[in-house]
């Protein structure tokens, strides 16, 4: 309506006399409208080829070139053959004259005298009528002009983008769109969405599009969401997906904005990639810190184990020699003097071979031997397990046992200058990467370990806090000054001399524990110790 306001339509008055178009213009100033005066069927005709007219009063008597013949030349030509025309006459309006008024294209009449009124409303008429129809012309460009925009946009749009009626066809398919799918417009138009999406999504298409008609409402309707599209060779590739529902008169249509996000995803797997290698990067340099002790720790058992079996080799040979007396002596006993003389000859082999002392060691030996091979063997596979790159998937494990095989393994770097408090608590399995889990404790347990120079305790705690595991290791070292307390995750940060720390450990340990949905806190005092926990969601982390 506020554009209506703006238009101004004419009115043009044709009279041969002065007076007659001074007393129209009177009668019609009132009305708002510009008042275009001519004093001939000529000069009529030659405005209204330079504009457009509400409608044409038009004398009926003029000298030269009539109303009638002004009225027909109108009639014939393009620009003007619309332009309503009322005829001013002082004719009878019974006469004959009317119908050739009317037969040239009249479309009513006032008669002279002319009562104000009467001619005011039926200009009026026809004023309204080319406001409103100037509206309408109006809203159609504008219309015109949002058409034209959304194409534009469209199909300049590097985004496919696809809009679908309430029967799941498919009936705007833009630029990107071709170039995506690989299709041309004239091979999708009008045929199932589906032919864009590999077959695993169609049922879900199909439920999806039912119950959004059935209730109005659906899932993925107005979120973006990463789906796979389907190119016209058969191909796949990722795509990003928003859908926006729209209802044109009680019909739904559908438009989807698809992205093909295949570089996007290459550059993800790349830095996925990336960080796996740095993961594994620093979990050998660790094991390389840590090679030596590992080696000593197994070369321990390995040395106790030879040692022993060696007693054990020899008390067998001493146990056979008593067991084959026996044996070769129990024949020849016949009468009383010849047992004595074999129990005599056992006797003192038992003294000999000290029978009592080996048969209480023999077995404390092999126990022994039991105990450092499998020392040996939760080494190997707490090695073994930990310089593997971590699976895919992660895994219901115990948080616990992980604790123990980064002790295990860091254990040589410790036991010489640290007391260790161990207070495992009981945990649920904890959904998680088992490898990479232990990577955090063993990078926490070094650094504990570096932190005391001397003589020191070491507290690891595992508790359960409502819907969380945590893991507490609390050392009495040196602590870290608060102004280094918020740098300590950079990458690349470290106090250690060149060769000693990389500066890698706690970026990849707070790194670690938030892919995991938790969190790593640190509490220290200079000189007082610090304390590091890392909680871990129980549930729906991963
Ligand atoms: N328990 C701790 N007590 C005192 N300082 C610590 C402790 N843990 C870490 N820090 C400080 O944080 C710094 C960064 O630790 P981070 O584990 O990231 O690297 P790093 O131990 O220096 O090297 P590396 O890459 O070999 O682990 C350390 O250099 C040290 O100054
Ligand atoms: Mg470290």
Partial sequence: ?????????????????????????????????????????????????????AVVLLDARMPGMDGFETARVMRGRERSRHIPIIFVTGFDPSSEHLARAYSSGAVDFIFKPIVPEILRSKVSVFVELMKKTELVRLQVEELKRAEERFRAVAETANDAIVSGD??????????????????????????????????????????????FLATGAGRIVGKTLELSGLRKDGSEFPTELSLAAWKAGNQYFFTAMLRDISDRKRAEQEREAMNAQLLQGQKLQAIGQLAAGIAHEINNPTGYIL????????????????????????????????????????????????????????????????????????????????????????????????????????????????ELKKDLGELPPVVCHPQQMEQVFVNLLVNAGQAIPDKGQIAVSTRRKGDEAQVRIRDTGCGIPPENLNRLFEPFFTTKPVGKGTGL?????????????????????????????VRLPLRGAL
Wanted: aromatic share 6%.
């Fill in 1 to 53: 309506m506020e554009q209506a306001a703006g238009i101004k339509p004419a009115v043009l008055l044709v009279d041969d006399r002065e007076e007659s178009l001074l007393a129209l213009e009177a009668i019609l100033g009132s009305l708002g409208v510009e008042l275009v005066k001519a004093t001939s069927g000529q000069e009529a005709l030659k405005h209204l080829l330079e504009r457009e007219f």
């Fill in 505 to 533: 450990g706690l970026y990849l340990v707070r790194k670690i524990v938030k892919g995991h949905g938790g969190e790593v806190d640190v509490r220290s005092e200079a000189g007082a110790g610090t304390e590091f926990t």
């Fill in 166 to 211: 309430s029967a799941g066809n498919i009936i705007h398919f833009n630029k990107a769109a071709e170039r995506i799918f690989g299709y041309a417009p004239s091979e999708v138009l009008g045929k199932p969405l589906t032919l864009l999406m590999p077959g695993r999504f169609h049922d879900g298409h199909r439920e999806g599009l039912r119950r």
């Fill in 307 to 418: 040692s022993n079996l060696g007693t054990v080799s020899e008390y067998f040979a001493e146990l056979t020699r008593f067991i084959r007396t026996v044996e070769e002596g129990l024949p020849g006993v016949r009468a009383a003097s010849e047992a004595a003389a074999l129990l005599e000859k056992l006797r003192a082999l038992k003294e000999a071979i000290d029978l009592d002392v080996l048969l209480k060691d023999l077995p404390a030996a092999l126990l022994d031997c039991r105990h450092g091979a499998e020392k040996i063997r939760d080494i190997v596979k707490s090695l073994r397990e930990f310089s593997h790159p971590d699976r895919d998937r992660p895994v219901p494990a115990d948080l616990n046992e992980m604790v123990e095989s980064a002790i295990r393994l860091c254990w040589n770097e410790l036991k010489y200058k640290v």
